[in-house]
């Protein structure tokens, strides 16, 4: 059976970047293929402590797992959510793949050059999280992984150390999963996903931006979510037109409106391509952002710590079954068994 996995760090409250890059895709894709492939969330609790974490972090990962219910995750027996920390064998694995990542590779992860740029120093975590992210995948010999396009690149590592460890011990230890053009495809969007800063759409919306209008969090009041949307960044040429590089700001609507209300994003650009009035567009995307918020806000609350706790203390037994056996076979090929 092929598996899908993906995880989202939970050091706060989430943004609609990570919402519409990463947890929706997830939970479309969970809901689509659970009666025939394994469907595998986990909070990757381990990343968290690599940077601050904002309020209590066993509070933040309980809540990013109620995220994904009230998003419409349909449990059944093919759906394992999990803690990373709870399952040893990540951190294990991760040891392992050290020993085959290279110095010269890991120091080439643009994730790494951001989150330490402008520190004199940062802890080694920052540097080491991609390999940790790959026993993440391998373990579960997982296939497809669900990301925005910031974490591309991790992907492609993680193929390079898999195929580079099966090389070296001359078996197919490792499942290499799909090239990153192919997941895209399978996410069955036009493109890797991107949500922009509504200030400075040059750059990814991310929770650690400081500016307030910056970003749109999960728990923001709807209509305080709408007037960051009336306030966002466009730009003077007065033509809407999906175009990242020449208009990202618009071009960031767009996304929007499509991925909240689950619309190829091809089909959106054509119904607003030559329109002029940003206003219009800006009052649409407001509108759907918060009919999307006040559902989805609705549905969170609704969800009890009980709920999440039942579903952890199956996913973990499962979790642990499949990466101990995963992580007993590469054990064995360094010859450490
Ligand atoms: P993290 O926690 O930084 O981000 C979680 C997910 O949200 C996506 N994302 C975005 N997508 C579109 N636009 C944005 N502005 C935006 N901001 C964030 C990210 O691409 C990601 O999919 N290392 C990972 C977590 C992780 C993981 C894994 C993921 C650890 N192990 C194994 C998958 C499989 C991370 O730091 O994501």
């Given at each position: 059976?092929?598996?899908?996995?993906?995880?989202?760090?939970?050091?706060?409250?989430?943004?609609?970047?990570?919402?519409?890059?990463?947890?929706?895709?997830?939970?479309?894709?969970?809901?689509?293929?659970?009666?025939?492939?394994?469907?595998?969330?986990?909070?990757?609790?381990?990343?968290?402590?690599?940077?601050?974490?904002?309020?209590?972090?066993?509070?933040?990962?309980?809540?990013?797992?109620?995220?994904?219910?009230?998003?419409?995750?349909?449990?059944?027996?093919?759906?394992?959510?999990?803690?990373?920390?709870?399952?040893?064998?990540?951190?294990?694995?991760?040891?392992?793949?050290?020993?085959?990542?290279?110095?010269?590779?890991?120091?080439?992860?643009t994730q790494y050059k951001e989150k330490s740029e402008g520190r004199?120093s940062c802890n080694v975590g920052i540097f080491d999280y991609p390999?940790?992210?790959?026993?993440?995948?391998?373990?579960?010999?997982?296939?497809?992984?669900?990301?925005?396009?910031?974490?591309?690149?991790?992907?492609?590592?993680?193929?390079?150390?898999?195929?580079?460890?099966?090389?070296?011990?001359?078996?197919?230890?490792?499942?290499?999963?799909?090239?990153?053009?192919?997941?895209?495809?399978?996410?069955?969007?036009?493109?890797?996903?991107?949500?922009?800063?509504?200030?400075?759409?040059?750059?990814?919306?991310?929770?650690?931006?400081?500016?307030?209008?910056?970003?749109?969090?999960?728990?923001?009041?709807?209509?305080?979510?709408?007037?960051?949307?009336?306030?966002?960044?466009?730009?003077?040429?007065?033509?809407?037109?999906?175009?990242?590089?020449?208009?990202?700001?618009?071009?960031?609507?767009?996304?929007?409106?499509?991925?909240?209300?689950?619309?190829?994003?091809?089909?959106?650009?054509?119904?607003?391509?030559?329109?002029?009035?940003?206003?219009?567009?800006?009052?649409?995307?407001?509108?759907?952002?918060?009919?999307?918020?006040?559902?989805?806000?609705?549905?969170?609350?609704?969800?009890?710590?009980?709920?999440?706790?039942?579903?952890?203390?199956?996913?973990?037994?499962?979790?642990?079954?499949?990466?101990?056996?995963?992580?007993?076979?590469?054990?064995?090929?360094?010859?450490?068994?």
């Amino acid at each position: 059976m092929k598996t899908i996995l993906t995880g989202i760090r939970s050091n706060s409250v989430l943004t609609l970047g990570n919402y519409l890059g990463a947890l929706l895709p997830m939970v479309r894709l969970a809901n689509e293929h659970s009666d025939d492939m394994n469907v595998n969330i986990f909070v990757p609790d381990l990343h968290s402590i690599i940077s601050d974490v904002d309020g209590d972090l066993q509070e933040n990962i309980i809540r990013t797992i109620k995220y994904y219910l009230a998003a419409g995750l349909k449990i059944n027996k093919n759906v394992h959510i999990y803690r990373q920390s709870r399952v040893p064998a990540h951190s294990q694995l991760c040891w392992i793949l050290n020993c085959v990542a290279t110095m010269g590779e890991m120091s080439r992860m643009t994730q790494y050059k951001e989150k330490s740029e402008g520190r004199e120093s940062c802890n080694v975590g920052i540097f080491d999280y991609p390999v940790l992210m790959a026993a993440d995948i391998l373990l579960y010999s997982a296939d497809y992984i669900p990301l925005g396009e910031d974490q591309f690149q991790h992907i492609e590592l993680t193929r390079n150390l898999a195929t580079r460890f099966n090389n070296k011990f001359g078996a197919e230890i490792f499942t290499v999963p799909v090239k990153t053009a192919e997941q895209v495809k399978f996410m069955g969007v036009d493109e890797g996903i991107r949500i922009r800063d509504l200030l400075n759409p040059e750059k990814k919306m991310s929770k650690s931006t400081a500016a307030e209008n910056s970003k749109i969090m999960l728990n923001d009041e709807p209509s305080k979510a709408a007037k960051k949307i009336m306030s966002a960044t466009t730009d003077s040429l007065g033509k809407i037109k999906y175009d990242m590089w020449g208009q990202p700001g618009i071009s960031n609507l767009l996304q929007i409106e499509a991925l909240v209300n689950d619309i190829p994003l091809h089909e959106v650009v054509t119904k607003w391509a030559g329109e002029t009035r940003y206003g219009e567009l800006k009052k649409q995307v407001a509108a759907s952002v918060s009919n999307m918020l006040t559902d989805f806000q609705e549905k969170l609350a609704e969800i009890s710590d009980e709920e999440v706790y039942e579903l952890l203390e199956i996913g973990e037994k499962y979790a642990n079954e499949v990466a101990n056996a995963k992580l007993a076979e590469a054990e064995k090929a360094f010859g450490l068994r």
